[in-house]
C-alpha cells in the first residue's frame, strides 16, 4: 500500500486538522467506549470526581475503574467488560454478603466481592476455579479457588492501565 497525505474520495484534500474540541471530545468517547459507560452517568462520574479533593481527572479514572462490573472483569472472572456487566445484573455476586446486581455500585478499600454460593457450581465458575490468574492489579486480589476477590487499595492511576488523556476530558468538561 502506498500512504497519501490526503484522505480517498473527491474531498479528501478538503479534510482539515482535527481541532482541540475534536481530540477531546474524541478522548471522551473512547473512555466511555472503554468502560462502557452512556454520557449521563459518565456526566455524573466527572461531577463526583470534580467534588472530590485530588486532581479530577485521576479522581474520575479511580471511580470509573472501582465499578462493580469494571472490577470483576480486572480480576478476570469476565472475559469483557460487557461480560462481567452481564454477570453482575444476573446477580452471581456478592459485596460484602450483600448480593449486588448494579453494575455501576462503587466499591471501596476492603470491600470482598465473591461469587454466591449458589453460583459456585455453575459450568462457567468451575472453569474459573482451574484458570490461572493473570496479571492482577496490585490494587486487587482474587482467589480463584474461593472464587473471592478483595479491594486492597483504591486504584491510583499509574495502576490504570489504560491509555487515557484524563486532562482532554476534563479541559472538555470544564468549559
Excluded: C
Excluded at 466527572?46 to 479522581?59: Q, V
Excluded at 461480560?83 to 446486581?101: D, I, P, W
Excluded at 466499591?107 to 457450581?121: F, L, M, P, Y
Excluded at 489504560?162 to 470544564?174: G, T
Amino acid at each position: 500500500f502506498e500512504r497519501r497525505p490526503v484522505a480517498p474520495g473527491a474531498h479528501g484534500a478538503g479534510r482539515k486538522k482535527v481541532s482541540e474540541y475534536g481530540l477531546q471530545l474524541r478522548e471522551k468517547q473512547k473512555t466511555k467506549r472503554i468502560y462502557g459507560v452512556q454520557e449521563g452517568q459518565f456526566r455524573k462520574y466527572y461531577e463526583m470526581a470534580d467534588r472530590m479533593k485530588g486532581i479530577t481527572g485521576e479522581n474520575m479514572l479511580s471511580l470509573l475503574e472501582r465499578r462493580l462490573d469494571n472490577v470483576i472483569y480486572r480480576m478476570g472472572i469476565g472475559g469483557s467488560r460487557a461480560q462481567a456487566r452481564q454477570l453482575v445484573n444476573h446477580a452471581h455476586f456478592s459485596v460484602n454478603g450483600r448480593t449486588v446486581n448494579v453494575p455501576s455500585y462503587i466499591v471501596k478499600a476492603g470491600d470482598v466481592i465473591a461469587v454466591k454460593e449458589n453460583r459456585k457450581k455453575d459450568k462457567y465458575f468451575e472453569q474459573i476455579k482451574t484458570m490461572k490468574v493473570g496479571n492482577m492489579p496490585k490494587w486487587l486480589e482474587f482467589d480463584p479457588e474461593k472464587l473471592e476477590g478483595k479491594i486492597l487499595a483504591l486504584p491510583a492511576r499509574d495502576d490504570i492501565d489504560s491509555q487515557i488523556a484524563e486532562h482532554m476530558i476534563v479541559e472538555l468538561y470544564s468549559k
